[in-house]
């Protein structure tokens, strides 16, 4: 059973995974919830709920607006320069690890070579950018949030991090061979002309490739991730994150982020050319790959 509607890419992108992985997934997930459920109930800071708390029970007097999601720039900035100390540590926590093995496919899908030029957009800490780096492969890790640049400089002075929007990038035309962003098109606030900046900036002939949250492919598995997963994430946050608010946003976010087709159609409505996606984790994650056009 292969990918829906665009197909897969030869090489490193396989047929989709047989459905009865996604059913030992959801067992899974279902086991761990369950277990976290218990736990909270006995929680003192949670009394009585009898339930996971809902997203807005922690975005009461917050001051991230709610993801219906406007995402006001100055706003979703604000937020990651709070997060960004433990950003990576938060990340790898809540998707339980997933996350190491989500960039490799990535870095990949991107397939650079030494002597080509790499825009990591939506960098942070740069964590995304390092295996390129290490690869002697030129990167620009580029963010709008100073506080993750800080951090990600400090701990990688030999990356070149940029500051920059991602709706108007301070690059000249064509100037890289491969254009990638992950899990940061979800948080700008013009999507589609963030496409679109990525292909002015990107060679003719170069590739983009995104790596976002997506819709599990699995009907029950789906009905688990949104019912138990995403009303997980923000007490677990709570728990071990000095913003939780942040991740509230993150779990509303994904909630109101089209499905891997309706993201494949942004693409291609941006000039974009053969896109084509591999599901991740039964289709928490997607990474779409395109083709800028020759001419």
């Known amino acids: 059973m292969i990918e829906r509607r665009l197909g897969t890419v030869p090489g490193a992108w396989a047929p989709k995974a047989a459905e009865s992985w996604e059913v030992m997934v959801c067992q899974a997930y279902r086991r761990k919830t369950a277990a976290m459920e218990a736990q909270w109930r006995r929680s003192p800071a949670f009394p009585g709920t009898g339930r996971f708390p809902l997203a807005p029970e922690l975005c009461d007097n917050e001051k991230v607006s709610r993801a219906s999601l406007e995402k006001r720039p100055e706003e979703v900035q604000a937020m990651f320069d709070d997060v960004a100390p433990r950003y990576d540590v938060m990340n790898d926590i809540l998707s339980m690890g997933q996350t190491r093995r989500w960039r490799k496919i990535v870095v990949d899908a991107v397939g650079a070579k030494r002597g080509q030029r790499v825009l990591d957009l939506a960098a942070g800490t740069g964590t995304s950018s390092e295996p390129y780096a290490d690869a002697g492969i030129g990167v620009v890790a580029c963010d709008f949030s100073q ?122 409505d941006a000039g974009w050319e053969s896109c084509r996606y591999r599901n991740l984790s039964g289709g928490i994650v997607a990474v779409h790959r395109a083709t800028k056009p020759l001419a």
């Open 147 to 268: 506080g993750m640049l800080k951090v990600g400089k400090r701990r990688r002075p030999d990356i070149d991090f940029v500051a920059g929007d991602a709706t108007n990038l301070p690059f000249a035309d064509d100037s890289f061979d491969a254009s990638t962003i992950s899990f940061g098109l979800r948080n700008v606030n013009e999507p589609k002309k963030a496409l679109a900046e990525m292909l002015r900036v990107t060679k003719p002939g170069g590739t983009l490739v995104i790596a976002e949250f997506s819709h599990p492919t699995f009907a029950p598995f789906r009905t688990v991730y949104t019912e138990y997963l995403m009303r997980a994430l923000p007490p677990v946050a709570k728990k071990i994150s000095s913003n939780p608010t942040a991740y509230v946003y993150l779990a509303e976010s994904i909630r109101a982020w089209p499905a891997q087709d309706g993201l494949a159609s942004w693409i291609e």
